[in-house]
């Protein structure tokens, strides 16, 4: 039972390590899964175990980025420290609507975490990438510090549309990035960033305001749920990095389609059933 309960967490990993950056929907991969394995009453699925084990994710964007992200690295020059500060300005000022309007939807929202709603969302979204992708788009921002504030905050403001179960947070950001100018690259990296605050400031809510009291053991299995998370973190960035230089969002879009069709059919199939 316990080799049972590990592996389980091993598969909770896997699956957020790999939904959290591709713009498919941890969240609603994450709840799916759990209610495919009978575990969405338990610890595995409880608020604690969903969010908390994103710091799993957010350590290996930490780490993948540690260079680009540090603006006290020796090896930058002046002006290469200022753009860093530029771009933690901008990822910070991209923040603000998720603490304003995400933190404080939050706890309302997660009465939605539905597979309609889910699976609603993943379609919406889908096509939103494809119709992006479609549409003939002048790329005016090929790098962070071409950025303004401006159009950190309107990505931000996207971002925010998250706390919508099933929606997907690198989904949202990058499909308004994309909307407001910017190439794909700097749509995921901008991304990835956001996540940073957001992501730690949304898992340290939950500790402190959840009166859930973890055993040991349940501790073990979260400590697994994140180890594995940043192994698998890892590798899917670089997928995704490699990926969007070459190809667009299309595969993206077909896959949040055809998934939300499945599980659609799955809960009418649960319903009448």
């Not at 316990?2 to 929907?25: A, D, H, M, Q």
């Not at 006290?72 to 309007?101: D, R, Y």
């Not at 990438?129 to 159009?151: G, R, W």
């Amino acid at each position: 039972m316990v080799f049972v309960e590990y592996l389980k967490s091993v598969l909770l990993g896997i699956v957020e390590g790999i939904t959290e950056w591709l713009p498919i929907s941890s969240t609603g991969h994450m709840i799916l899964l759990n209610d495919f394995m009978n575990t969405d009453s338990g610890f595995f699925g409880s608020q604690i175990y969903l969010y908390v084990i994103q710091l799993g994710a957010i350590l290996a964007i930490a780490s993948l980025y540690f260079g680009k992200l540090n603006p006290f690295a020796p090896s930058k020059n002046g002006a290469e420290k200022k753009n860093t500060w530029q771009m933690w300005f901008k990822v910070i000022i991209g923040c603000l609507p998720a603490a304003v309007i995400g933190l404080g939807l939050n706890d309302f929202m997660d009465q939605f975490s539905t597979p309609v709603v889910v699976a609603s969302m993943l379609i919406l979204y889908g096509i939103g990438f494809l119709f992006i992708e479609k549409k003939s788009k002048t790329e005016s921002v090929k790098t962070i510090t071409d950025m303004s504030y401006k159009t950190a905050l309107m990505i931000g403001l996207f971002q925010a549309l998250s706390v919508v179960p099933g929606t997907s947070r690198s989904g949202s950001s990058i499909l308004g990035a994309m909307i407001l100018g910017t190439s794909r690259p700097v749509a995921a990296e901008f991304s990835f960033f956001m996540a940073i605050p957001v992501m730690v400031g949304v898992s340290f809510l939950k500790i402190i305001t959840n009166d859930y009291v973890m055993t040991p053991f349940e501790w073990g299995l979260l400590l697994t749920g994140m180890i594995t998370a940043y192994l698998v973190s890892m590798a899917s960035v670089k997928f995704l990095m490699n990926y969007v230089r070459k190809h667009d969002f299309k595969a993206f879009g077909w896959y949040r389609i055809v998934l939300g069709i499945i599980v659609l059919a799955v809960a009418a199939f649960k319903y009448f059933a």
